[in-house]
Nanobody
Framework: VQLQASGGGLVQAGGSLRLSCAASGGDFRISLMGWYRQAPGKQREMVATATTVGSTNYADSVKGRFTISRDIVKNTLYLQMDSLKPEDTGVYYC?????????WGQGTLVTVSS
């Protein structure tokens, strides 16, 4: 399975971006997909996750500002990011977990200027 992330870019604080992650290839059912980010000099952290049945989970730092969603038919994961802050800057990775499998996309850079 390949995960292709897109949608990153440069935005001013308070702005919005929408990330997409398209899954392709393989016959494995991905039960959970999520977005993770890594800021310069910091460890990778979970931003938001979504299961096949619609359960979602968010990091406290993004609650109320970010929304994760999945299009099961298109095998695509989205992250709507609103009210962006400079501390949201980092490389955003999508992840897909199936039974016995753990997939990561290549990452897309989000830069929020103050």
């Amino acid at each position: 399975v390949q995960l292709q992330a897109s949608g990153g870019g440069l935005v001013q604080a308070g702005g919005s971006l929408r990330l997409s992650c398209a899954a392709s290839g393989g016959d494995f059912r991905i039960s959970l997909m999520g977005w993770y980010r890594q800021a310069p000099g910091k460890q990778r952290e979970m931003v938001a996750t979504a299961t096949t049945v619609g359960s979602t989970n968010y990091a406290d730092s993004v609650k109320g500002r970010f929304t994760i969603s999945r299009d099961i038919v298109k095998n695509t994961l989205y992250l709507q990011m609103d009210s962006l802050k400079p501390e949201d800057t980092g490389v955003y990775y999508c992840r897909g977990i199936a039974v016995g499998r753990d997939y990561w996309g290549q990452g897309t850079l989000v830069t929020v200027s103050s």
